[in-house]
């Protein structure tokens, strides 16, 4: 059984770091052609996709936020952690981990979703 | 970046009828073209891949088509629990891939 599973802190102040950990189970990062996307999602809005970590390491970051963003795997941990710096109130949003089968580009199971508040 | 326009914005329709959304690329995208659905509160659900392949799991009255820059979900008949905000998303070669800003579609 595929799962997905978001951590990390709930609330963080304008300016920091905040860093969410995707664990995953039912499958190894280390697969070929298995990689995962995060995206989020402010309240009420739509849905942005951040970032991918592809089976090969190789990495690909929203234009807009790619300066903020850094995506890494520990395949021995079967975690995925993103990094995004200088967190501002707009950063506020549900933040998801999905795999994807990057042969045929299916999103295929999504975790829960974790709500990120930035607040001072 | 490739943007991508959902068309219409906000649906309002009936159990029974037949639903179209439209999604549009600004540049060709070949087939790789995804549509999702969500709930309010819930992650999203995968329904179509590969712009017409769908989800396993997912009930039959649920079709995407498309290629290049034009792409369509249809729903050839609407059920109670359809309704729900419909999204595209392009995973184009190693491009930044870019969710349709939403298609919410609500009871008539």
């Known amino acids: 059984q595929v799962t997905l599973k978001e951590s990390g802190p709930v609330l963080v102040k304008p300016t920091e770091t905040l860093t969410l950990t995707c664990t995953v189970s039912?499958?190894?990062?280390?697969?070929?052609?298995?990689?995962v996307s995060w995206i989020r999602q402010p309240p009420g809005k739509a849905l942005e996709w951040l970032a991918h970590?592809?089976?090969?390491?190789?990495?690909s970051y929203s234009t807009s936020l790619k300066s903020r963003l850094t995506i890494s795997k520990d395949t021995s941990k079967s975690q995925v952690v993103l990094s995004m710096t200088n967190m501002d109130l707009v950063d506020t949003a549900t933040y998801y981990c999905a795999r994807i089968r990057e042969a045929v580009r299916q999103v295929d199971y999504w975790g829960q979703g974790t709500l990120v508040t930035v607040s001072s | 970046d490739i943007q991508l326009t959902q068309s219409p914005s906000f649906l309002s329709a009936s159990v029974g009828d037949r639903v179209t959304i439209t999604c549009r690329a600004s540049?060709?995208?070949?087939?790789?073209l995804a549509w999702f659905q969500q709930k309010p509160g819930k992650a999203p659900k995968l329904l179509i891949y590969a712009a017409s392949t769908l989800q396993s799991g997912v009930p039959s009255r649920f079709s995407g088509s498309g290629s290049g820059t034009e792409f369509t979900l249809t729903i050839s008949s609407l059920q109670p629990e359809d309704f729900a905000t419909y999204y595209c998303q392009q995973l184009y070669s190693n491009f930044p891939w870019t969710f349709g800003q939403g298609t919410k579609v609500e009871i008539k």
């Open positions: 970590i592809f089976s090969n390491d190789e990495k």
């Open positions: 540049h060709g995208i070949s087939g790789y």
């Open positions: 039912g499958f190894s990062l280390s697969n070929a052609r298995m990689g």
